[in-house]
Protein backbone atom coordinates (compact mmCIF):
# COMPACT_ATOMS: atom_id res chain seq x y z
CA UNK A 1 0.00 0.00 0.00
CA UNK A 2 2.14 3.07 -1.36
CA UNK A 3 0.65 6.28 -0.08
CA UNK A 4 3.43 8.09 -2.20
CA UNK A 5 4.65 7.24 -5.43
CA UNK A 6 7.35 8.35 -7.70
CA UNK A 7 6.57 6.27 -10.68
CA UNK A 8 9.67 7.11 -12.59
CA UNK A 9 12.87 5.59 -11.34
CA UNK A 10 15.37 7.90 -13.16
CA UNK A 11 15.22 10.58 -15.47
CA UNK A 12 18.02 12.18 -17.79
CA UNK A 13 18.25 15.92 -19.19
CA UNK A 14 20.49 17.66 -20.76
CA UNK A 15 22.30 20.18 -18.87
CA UNK A 16 20.92 23.86 -18.82
CA UNK A 17 17.22 22.03 -19.30
CA UNK A 18 14.45 21.76 -17.00
CA UNK A 19 14.74 18.92 -15.04
CA UNK A 20 10.72 17.90 -14.02
CA UNK A 21 10.14 14.78 -10.98
CA UNK A 22 6.93 13.39 -10.50
CA UNK A 23 5.22 12.49 -7.28
CA UNK A 24 1.59 10.94 -6.33
CA UNK A 25 -0.45 10.42 -3.47
CA UNK A 26 -3.01 8.81 -2.19
CA UNK A 27 -3.82 9.95 1.35
CA UNK A 28 -6.13 12.85 1.42
CA UNK A 29 -5.03 13.89 5.31
CA UNK A 30 -1.18 14.38 3.70
CA UNK A 31 -1.01 18.22 4.21
CA UNK A 32 2.56 19.12 3.71
CA UNK A 33 4.80 17.86 1.12
CA UNK A 34 8.97 17.72 1.09
CA UNK A 35 11.67 16.91 -1.37
CA UNK A 36 15.05 15.37 -0.59
CA UNK A 37 18.03 14.90 -2.10
CA UNK A 38 20.12 11.86 -1.99
CA UNK A 39 23.77 11.37 -2.92
CA UNK A 40 25.51 8.30 -3.04
CA UNK A 41 26.56 7.32 0.64
CA UNK A 42 25.38 10.43 2.36
CA UNK A 43 21.72 10.72 3.67
CA UNK A 44 19.00 12.49 2.37
CA UNK A 45 18.96 16.48 2.51
CA UNK A 46 15.71 18.68 2.70
CA UNK A 47 15.24 20.49 -0.33
CA UNK A 48 12.26 22.10 -0.43
CA UNK A 49 8.48 22.16 1.34
CA UNK A 50 5.11 23.00 0.30
CA UNK A 51 2.04 23.27 2.45
CA UNK A 52 -1.21 22.52 1.01
CA UNK A 53 -2.81 25.91 1.52
CA UNK A 54 -0.20 27.02 -1.48
CA UNK A 55 0.15 25.66 -5.03
CA UNK A 56 3.66 26.36 -5.25
CA UNK A 57 6.70 27.00 -3.88
CA UNK A 58 9.96 28.70 -4.90
CA UNK A 59 13.94 28.47 -3.88
CA UNK A 60 16.28 29.43 -6.20
CA UNK A 61 16.24 27.22 -9.13
CA UNK A 62 14.05 24.97 -7.50
CA UNK A 63 9.91 24.83 -7.72
CA UNK A 64 7.78 22.94 -6.34
CA UNK A 65 3.95 22.14 -7.88
CA UNK A 66 1.15 21.08 -5.81
CA UNK A 67 -2.05 20.13 -7.50
CA UNK A 68 -4.58 18.82 -4.92
CA UNK A 69 -7.41 18.07 -6.53
CA UNK A 70 -5.01 15.60 -8.85
CA UNK A 71 -3.10 14.48 -5.55
CA UNK A 72 -0.07 15.30 -7.49
CA UNK A 73 3.52 17.38 -7.07
CA UNK A 74 6.26 17.99 -9.44
CA UNK A 75 9.35 19.35 -8.36
CA UNK A 76 11.28 21.53 -11.45
CA UNK A 77 14.76 22.38 -11.75
CA UNK A 78 15.66 24.98 -14.06
CA UNK A 79 18.19 25.09 -15.42
CA UNK A 80 19.48 21.28 -14.19
CA UNK A 81 23.39 21.07 -13.66
CA UNK A 82 25.27 18.53 -13.55
CA UNK A 83 25.69 18.58 -9.52
CA UNK A 84 21.78 18.13 -9.52
CA UNK A 85 22.44 14.75 -10.26
CA UNK A 86 21.15 12.12 -7.18
CA UNK A 87 18.08 10.69 -5.90
CA UNK A 88 15.53 12.91 -5.20
CA UNK A 89 12.32 11.76 -2.87
CA UNK A 90 9.21 12.95 -2.29
CA UNK A 91 7.64 12.67 1.09
CA UNK A 92 4.27 13.33 2.65
CA UNK A 93 3.23 14.12 6.24
CA UNK A 94 -0.61 14.19 7.50
CA UNK A 95 -1.91 16.66 9.95
CA UNK A 96 -3.01 14.04 12.28
CA UNK A 97 -1.02 11.61 14.53
CA UNK A 98 2.83 11.87 15.07
CA UNK A 99 3.20 14.16 12.02
CA UNK A 100 5.85 11.29 10.33
CA UNK A 101 7.05 11.17 6.99
CA UNK A 102 6.03 8.68 4.36
CA UNK A 103 8.47 8.54 1.58
CA UNK A 104 8.64 7.75 -2.30
CA UNK A 105 10.76 5.50 -3.41
CA UNK A 106 12.82 7.82 -5.63
CA UNK A 107 13.92 8.96 -9.03
CA UNK A 108 17.53 9.29 -10.02
CA UNK A 109 18.21 12.25 -12.27
CA UNK A 110 21.12 12.34 -14.07
CA UNK A 111 21.88 15.29 -15.52
CA UNK A 112 24.38 15.62 -18.63
CA UNK A 113 27.03 18.13 -19.46
CA UNK B 1 28.91 21.51 13.34
CA UNK B 2 28.29 17.65 13.48
CA UNK B 3 24.53 17.80 12.99
CA UNK B 4 23.64 13.83 13.29
CA UNK B 5 26.67 11.12 13.54
CA UNK B 6 25.88 7.70 13.24
CA UNK B 7 28.26 4.85 13.94
CA UNK B 8 29.21 2.56 12.75
CA UNK B 9 29.12 3.31 8.93
CA UNK B 10 29.37 -0.46 7.57
CA UNK B 11 28.60 -3.40 9.81
CA UNK B 12 28.45 -7.46 9.08
CA UNK B 13 26.63 -9.10 11.19
CA UNK B 14 25.87 -13.23 11.10
CA UNK B 15 22.44 -14.55 11.84
CA UNK B 16 21.39 -14.46 15.04
CA UNK B 17 24.08 -12.11 16.61
CA UNK B 18 22.78 -9.00 18.24
CA UNK B 19 24.20 -5.27 18.21
CA UNK B 20 23.75 -1.67 18.76
CA UNK B 21 23.55 1.43 15.47
CA UNK B 22 24.62 4.36 17.21
CA UNK B 23 22.99 7.66 16.56
CA UNK B 24 23.57 11.10 18.71
CA UNK B 25 22.76 14.63 17.35
CA UNK B 26 24.31 18.23 18.79
CA UNK B 27 21.60 20.60 17.57
CA UNK B 28 18.88 20.10 20.40
CA UNK B 29 16.34 18.39 18.26
CA UNK B 30 13.80 17.44 20.51
CA UNK B 31 12.32 14.49 17.31
CA UNK B 32 14.60 11.53 16.18
CA UNK B 33 13.39 8.92 14.16
CA UNK B 34 15.32 5.65 12.47
CA UNK B 35 14.33 4.66 8.95
CA UNK B 36 15.74 1.93 6.70
CA UNK B 37 15.88 2.22 3.02
CA UNK B 38 16.02 -1.22 0.78
CA UNK B 39 17.82 -1.43 -2.41
CA UNK B 40 15.13 0.19 -5.03
CA UNK B 41 12.92 1.36 -1.90
CA UNK B 42 11.90 4.55 -0.19
CA UNK B 43 12.65 5.12 3.34
CA UNK B 44 10.78 2.98 5.73
CA UNK B 45 9.83 4.15 9.53
CA UNK B 46 11.29 2.19 11.87
CA UNK B 47 10.97 3.91 15.39
CA UNK B 48 10.69 7.36 16.29
CA UNK B 49 11.24 9.88 19.72
CA UNK B 50 9.39 13.25 20.39
CA UNK B 51 11.94 13.96 23.32
CA UNK B 52 13.92 12.29 26.15
CA UNK B 53 11.96 9.07 27.67
CA UNK B 54 9.42 8.91 24.87
CA UNK B 55 9.69 6.40 22.04
CA UNK B 56 7.05 4.94 19.51
CA UNK B 57 6.67 2.62 17.07
CA UNK B 58 6.55 3.16 12.71
CA UNK B 59 6.25 1.10 9.82
CA UNK B 60 8.48 -1.59 10.37
CA UNK B 61 9.43 -1.82 14.02
CA UNK B 62 9.65 -5.73 14.67
CA UNK B 63 13.07 -6.79 15.09
CA UNK B 64 14.24 -3.99 16.40
CA UNK B 65 14.92 -2.10 19.94
CA UNK B 66 15.32 1.79 20.74
CA UNK B 67 15.76 3.75 24.02
CA UNK B 68 16.03 7.44 24.32
CA UNK B 69 17.46 8.56 27.76
CA UNK B 70 19.12 11.46 26.52
CA UNK B 71 18.29 14.41 23.96
CA UNK B 72 21.08 14.05 22.06
CA UNK B 73 21.19 10.13 21.48
CA UNK B 74 19.08 7.02 20.24
CA UNK B 75 20.37 4.48 19.56
CA UNK B 76 18.61 1.03 17.60
CA UNK B 77 19.09 -2.21 18.93
CA UNK B 78 18.46 -4.88 16.64
CA UNK B 79 18.28 -8.34 18.57
CA UNK B 80 18.73 -11.77 17.05
CA UNK B 81 19.90 -10.81 13.72
CA UNK B 82 17.93 -11.91 10.12
CA UNK B 83 19.00 -11.62 6.90
CA UNK B 84 15.74 -9.73 6.40
CA UNK B 85 17.25 -6.29 8.21
CA UNK B 86 20.08 -6.15 5.41
CA UNK B 87 19.31 -2.49 4.55
CA UNK B 88 20.83 0.97 4.74
CA UNK B 89 19.81 2.80 8.43
CA UNK B 90 19.32 6.18 8.51
CA UNK B 91 18.96 8.44 11.75
CA UNK B 92 17.32 11.86 11.83
CA UNK B 93 16.26 14.51 13.96
CA UNK B 94 14.26 17.70 13.65
CA UNK B 95 13.77 20.35 15.57
CA UNK B 96 9.58 20.01 15.85
CA UNK B 97 7.52 17.63 13.34
CA UNK B 98 10.34 18.60 10.57
CA UNK B 99 7.06 18.89 8.18
CA UNK B 100 8.09 22.19 7.31
CA UNK B 101 12.06 22.45 7.07
CA UNK B 102 12.27 18.79 6.97
CA UNK B 103 14.67 16.48 8.66
CA UNK B 104 18.34 16.45 8.88
CA UNK B 105 19.51 12.84 8.44
CA UNK B 106 23.20 11.02 9.46
CA UNK B 107 25.16 9.46 6.80
CA UNK B 108 23.75 6.00 7.08
CA UNK B 109 24.91 2.44 8.33
CA UNK B 110 25.13 -0.11 5.90
CA UNK B 111 24.39 -3.46 7.19
CA UNK B 112 24.43 -6.80 6.21
CA UNK B 113 23.40 -9.70 7.69
CA UNK B 114 24.85 -13.49 6.56
Known amino acids: DQQVKQNSPSLSVQEGRISILNCDYT??????FLWYKKYPAEGPTFLIS?????DKNEDGRFTVFLNKSAKHLSLHIVPSQPGDSAVYFC????????????FGKGTKLSVIP | NAGVTQTPKFRILKIGQSMTLQCTQD?????MYWYRQDPGMGLKLIYY???????DKGEVPNGYNVSRSTTEDFPLRLELAAPSQTSVYFC?????????????FGSGTRLTVV
Open chain 2, 27 to 31: MNHNY
Open chain 1, 91 to 102: AASARSGSYQLT
Open chain 1, 27 to 32: NSMFDY
Open chain 1, 50 to 54: ISSIK
Open chain 2, 49 to 55: SVGAGIT
Open chain 2, 92 to 104: ASSSSTGRNYGYT
